[in-house]
DNA sequence: AAATTTAGCGCAAACGATTGCGAAAATGTT
DNA sequence: AACATTTTCGCAATCGTTTGCGCTAAATTT
């Protein structure tokens, strides 16, 4: 069964492609009487026009890209989800792209949203990606850049994320509201901005409220690091008896920790963490977290983008504002 | 900037569009001494084809579809993971759509794929797809279909899916060699097909070996129910002595329950889960579970399909045998 | 030197949809 | 009835790339 194009459906009815072509868009030019003729005829035979054809006419296409280290990623996979929502409502399509942490990857996936004059890009950059020049030269051919989640330092470009230093007074102040006072704070690479970012926040807010807690700073790389550190303090004399997380992984580490241990939260020992909401809701009780939720940061991202796409050359840096979310952990 | 097109390198050169698309592609009528010309300066000028262009004369792209009823779920999440690493690998991208498991999404999704005109489709069926003509009518615009994971009952479709009998054939030997006699085996919504198939197999095993043990039988439908479930049943007279989880929803709600009675695997309880592998990590020991991972299908459903891209119209059904991964629960 | 081959390149059509402009037909006006 | 206006539609170019075919001039053969 051969493609139905305006061709076809011109020639059956004995109408030039440019009628057919106006009659399906509602031109005023054409008769009601062709319209009708047409459209039914499009109906029967499910016409539907040639994205391709479209494509290349406007120079653009319904597409956005989105480049991220990895999809295995709490954090990004709630954002993908709610974004790839949105974009679709809108009539978009959303292709992944992964760089695997990797900046020669990530350059190909750049060029590849080049090539295939994207309507627009979402950029979560590796941990050790600084030159954002290739980024910028996407400008050239209008196809707009919405950084999110790790972006750039750069400063004249479209970036949205999390509000770290909010996220992490909000833990803090949890904490000093609780009255604990020998806290464990575990945090991740101190090489990563979003950890110096927590971390000074952090230590700020107990100097702020001139707390007197003890508060030992840790960080570690991964969920094995924590979970052995974790296991270590609480079998300290001086018991801690409260535990910051500064993201899901550390969480698990340490939950693995306490488990060992039989120890129960928040009697024995208080839990609170940074965390994008899925992992808290894995324990009994259910832990309490500052929520950095992907969800609402792809909302933003996307009306941001659209923004962009309709023309805006405004460059604005958002930032979500976390909220505390109550569990029994703490 | 204006864009770099054959025209444009044409006309600096002045040679026709036809010969400067001929040197770029190498095509002998050229003489080398123009190819270098024109190859040179398309370099300089960085000139990239047009894709819509290519795109429209060839009548298809280099893009896959795959419609997924949620990406916040671990097998899609691997799955994609490696399905998008693989397709970037050959040159393509890979489009997301979730159907949010509602079937009037699932069908625009699918038509969006065939308005795309996209190189193919992978598909994991909502929970009730029952009716798959629309997919089969891809087929006719020579778009090839996948189906992986949640696949039709329909024969004549190609299929990508775990071997669900093995998977609880393997857990049932576990849970015998282990010399379990107390079993609460907790299954998940008896409704789905592959509840069906592990309930078959996993009861199978039992008889086969001519077990003595007392299995139990359940199923949920959430992370909480199992979670009561658990509860109830750990604290029965006659103590279950291992805990059989058909997926990882389970298993969460399992632990959960085991945690807050102060329990420990696996001296306490043995526990034995079908997973895709990361929730067992979570745990300490580590969870005993039998695999499921959504990479190795994604290798399988991909090479499937660049058979089919390539021309390939016989029809196949494949399945993946789980392996038991060790862990010290049970 | 005439005839034939071959190397090197350009013309033009095609993919399918859109749109400015002009033309024919229908209607209205004097 | 002659002219002006409006309705209704078609021609042809355009987006960028590819490719069959034909053309010219040089190289080779006779």
Redesign the pocket.
Known sequence: MA?V???NLAEML??????V??A??NHP??????KVKVKELAAVLDYE??TY??N??T?HSREFGIIIPSISNDFYQSFISSLEEEVRLYGYSLIILQSGNNQVTELENLKRCKQNRMAGVFVSITSNTSDISNFLKLDEQHIPIIFFDKVPSFEACNKVCVDDNYAATLAAEALISKNKKHILSIFGNPKMSITTKRLKAFEATFKKYNSDANVVIQSTNSTEEAFQMVQYYLNEKERIDAIFCMSDEILIGTMKAIQVLGLKTPNDVGVIAISEGIIPTFYHPQITYIETSGFKLAKMAFSRMLACVAGSTYVQELKIESVLVQGGSL
Request: charged share 25%; hydrophobic share 30%.
């Open positions: 493609e194009t305006l061709k004995n109408l030039s492609i440019s009628t072509s106006r399906l868009k030019d054409i008769s009601n009487e062709t026009p040639n054809a479209i290349l006419r120079n």
